[in-house]
């Protein structure tokens, strides 16, 4: 057998983050199959969302202090066997329990502490590999997901198609394989620790400093300008363009899916080239035109090339600051980068939310609340403005101490 080596640890990397996409994207795919066949009410199905997102939320907490305890491999493995039981518990706990609900919501706390571990453990594994190009291979990292993402909507659509949504339970146990699969690859390509053990900075120290709060706004405002738009474009596609719900589904968060794939994928080509702080700033700046398309535009069809320009626009922002925080913070270690990534399912979260407060207050003007979450890309322009002043005060004080020296 051929002997494995750090690029199979990436490649594996890639695998756990189309993982991350069939847990977070899947049922979705099933809230009205729910409600009809197990008579569940809106507010039932809305918090499955709201219990998948808080479960990671806890678990990126609890990762940023024990994950480096308990050793990469052992938690990264952990994290698909999570996903993998979770999302066949989907076609099993609801027949299997009295209460068909509590069988799901079970089966969606299993995936998605699964869910959570890969979010803290994917990316430091990857930045700890001994190989060259990081920023380049964060983002393309990050691609994945959202090839994930379009994946799990096409495959699936095809699938109901094909096979009828009733037989969903096959579909379910199907999307199980692909993290029980990687299970076996985790547990035997090489891993390398992102700082040694005793070396990284505590969380006490991190959050003591000024450069890893700009880092946490930074990621925070990223994953609401990604969530903000992504989901709510749907809802832009079927009532601006009038189409079915399966075309909606394509035209809107699939679009913007690949075309924020698209994106992380050139601009881990032009990382070798500009910088990375460049790169959040261009982007950073079309999201905010973007945002303002869709949500001031007239013409259904300019608001959907909004939609699409966003997802173009957000793709460099959720591993760029990944890429930033390694650069300032050499040893933040694994506890920095779970930090970040509760940050990131702050906005995540909060962003949607946001733009549904506002919008209802404005009597359902949806517009109004994507034009609201505009806040989150100016945010995020002023962040990047701040990183790099404090970055360049930091370097300032490095030349001027080894002059005196």
Known sequence: MKKLNYNHTIYASYVGYITQAIVNNFVPLLFVTFQESFGLTLNQVAFLVTMNFGVQLLVDMVGAKYVDRLGYRKCIVAAHVFAAVGLVGLSVFPYLLPNAYAGILLSIVLYAIGGGLLEVLVSPIVEACPTEKKEAAMSLLHSFYCWGHVFVVLFSTVFFTVFGVENWRYLAIF??????????????????????????????????????????????????????????????????????????????????????????????????????EKLMTVSGCLCVVSYLLASLTGNPVLGLVGCGLCGLSVGIMWPGTFSMASKAMQRGGTAMFALLALAGDLGCSGGPAFVGMVAEAAGEDLKKGILAALTFPVLLLVCVGLYVLNRKSRERDKRNDSIKG
């Open 175 to 276: 999307w199980a394989v692909i993290p029980l699969a990687n299970t076996f690859f985790f547990a035997k390509v090489p891993l390398h620790v992102l700082v040694e053990k005793g070396e990284s900075m505590a969380i006490s120290q991190l959050l003591k400093t000024k450069i890893f709060w700009i880092l946490f706004l930074i990621m925070f405002c990223s994953g609401s300008s990604e969530q903000s738009m992504s989901q709510w474009a749907s809802a832009f596609a079927e009532s601006g363009l009038g189409v079915s719900k399966t075309v909606g589904d394509l035209a809107g968060p699939c679009m913007f899916a690949v075309l924020m794939g698209i994106s992380r994928v050139i601009t881990a080509k032009l990382s070798e080239t500009i910088s990375t």
